[in-house]
C-alpha cells in the first residue's frame, strides 16, 4: 500500500513539473524504480503520443531497407530482446559500396516510449543505458517508427568490427529498452 501511495504521489509530482518542464530531473531519474521509470514514461507517452509514419513514409522505408539488403552485402546481424520494453525483429549492418547502413526488419516491433534513439555500442551486453556508452558508442539518431522496417545511415569512416550492439533506448529517460548483441550472418 504504501509503495502504491509512494508511485502515485510520484507520477503527480511528475504531472505538476512537467508543465513547468520537459519530465523528471536526472536525479528523479536517478532515485527511481524501473516501474516508476516506466510510470514517467506512459505518462509522458500520454501527453505526447508517437507520431506515425503515413503509409508512403512506411512503404519507402520497406523498399529502401529491402534494396540496401538485396543490392548489399550484411556483415552483421543482431535480434532484438525483450529489455524494459517488449522488442522483437533483428537489426543488420549492411555494407552499400563504400559505405553502411543500419536496417531494421519488417518484422521489428518496440512497445512505444518517449522519443527512442537508437546507437551503436562497442559493448557486446550492455546491462543499462550508462553502461551501453561507456566505451564508446554511435549516435544514429531517432527511431523512425516503433513497428516496421527502416534504415538508417551510418557515418562515414564506421568500422563494423568495433561496435558489439545496437541499443534502443529512450533518451529523456536515459533508459535502455531493448537491446540486439551483433554476430556474423
Known sequence: ????????????????????????????????????????????????????????????????????????????????VPGTHEAQGSARIVKLGNRYVLTISEDFFLKPAPEIHLLLSVVAKPGNFTEAQTQGKLELGKLKTNLGGQIYDVPSGFDPSRYQSVVLYSKPFKSMLTVGIFHAP
Open 1 to 80: 500500500m504504501r509503495k502504491s501511495l509512494f508511485v502515485l504521489m510520484i507520477g503527480v509530482l511528475f504531472l505538476g513539473v512537467g508543465c513547468l518542464s520537459s519530465g523528471p530531473s536526472d536525479e528523479d531519474l536517478a532515485r527511481a524504480t524501473p516501474s516508476e521509470i516506466e510510470l514517467f514514461m506512459q505518462q509522458a507517452l500520454q501527453e505526447h503520443p508517437l507520431k506515425p509514419l503515413s503509409n508512403e513514409e512506411k512503404e519507402q522505408e520497406i523498399q529502401n531497407m529491402r534494396r540496401a539488403v538485396q543490392d548489399g552485402k550484411i556483415e552483421r546481424v543482431a535480434e532484438f
